[in-house]
């Protein structure tokens, strides 16, 4: 049977990754900080998935995960597990903003790096980092966020563009969601300012893509289009479009 691991289960996108491949016949490592919650949802899946409830913020806290779990054989691994920061970068509180590059950026790079090793080694295995549409544009009033997500869609595309040039079978990809109906608007303190897409249906894109081969990964007609209009603009614009997006957050969420 195969395995999969997969962070940040408990909620949202995460969670519905849980229940995706429980359907599909994969035995689960839910990992995440909330035991109750993964208690809850073991409870609702046809199989008997393993919990891991911990903090895994951080590289020490990640070289922990991959050592309890590196001998299960995992065959997909779902880097999932992240939040956001918002508001004026002069602002923000730098203590969280440490915590989300720990979490978003430090974790997401070793859980990669170690289980990457391995699936390398046997030539098999799909690994899907969660980054965001954010990873395509600066981000004014989401300053650091923004760079975490860019930096986690970069560094899939290379090491995708390194297994390919190795002839490797293994798999890699960045999901680059838009607004998803999730916990995140309620960590972050903001609310969307489009209509966000379901948390079961950006999943269960993902993973049909992701079994495709598909390096990046980008859910919806909106963020496709708004993608491609990254790409376009110039980067002063592009700057003014994404600032008039996240100052529109704010005047909802003060609402």
Same mark, same amino acid.
């Given at each position: ?127 899907? =980092? ?5 990873? &395509?544009?600066?981000? $004014?009033?989401? /300053?650091? @966020?923004? !760079?975490?997500? %860019? ?33 995140? =608007? ?5 609310? &969307?300012?489009?209509? $966000?897409?379901? /948390?079961? @249906?950006? !999943?269960?894109? %993902? ?49």
């Amino acid at each position: 049977m195969k395995k999969a691991l997969i962070t940040g289960a408990s909620s949202g996108i995460g969670r519905e990754f849980a229940r995706i491949f429980d359907s599909l016949g994969f035995e689960l490592i839910l990992v995440a900080r909330r035991e109750e919650r993964l208690k809850a949802l073991a409870n609702c899946l046809k199989g008997n998935p393993r919990i891991i409830a911990m903090d895994i913020c951080g590289a020490e806290n990640a070289k922990k995960l991959y050592e309890l779990t590196k001998d299960d054989n995992i065959d997909v691994l779902i880097n999932n597990a992240g939040f956001g920061v918002w508001g004026a970068f002069a602002e923000t509180s730098v203590d969280r903003e440490i915590e989300m590059l720990r979490l978003d950026v430090e974790t997401m790079h070793v859980l990669f790096k170690l289980f990457l090793k391995d699936f390398k080694a046997k030539n098999s295995g799909c690994i899907l =980092n969660v980054a965001s549409a954010a990873a &395509f544009a600066p981000g $004014p009033y989401m /300053a650091a @966020y923004y !760079a975490c997500k %860019a930096y986690v869609l970069r560094l899939t595309q290379a090491a995708a563009f390194e297994l390919k040039e190795a002839e490797s079978n293994v798999r890699v990809s960045a999901l680059c969601p838009g607004p998803v109906a999730t916990e995140f =608007n309620e960590v972050a303190g903001v609310n &969307f300012s489009v209509k $966000p897409l379901s /948390a079961k @249906y950006t !999943a269960k894109y %993902a993973v049909k893509q992701m079994m495709k081969g598909k390096t990046v990964i980008v859910p919806g007609t909106y963020m496709k289009l708004a993608g491609i209009a990254s790409k376009i603009l110039p980067s002063s614009l592009a700057l003014e479009v994404t600032a008039s997006i996240q100052k529109n957050k704010m005047k909802k969420s003060e609402k």
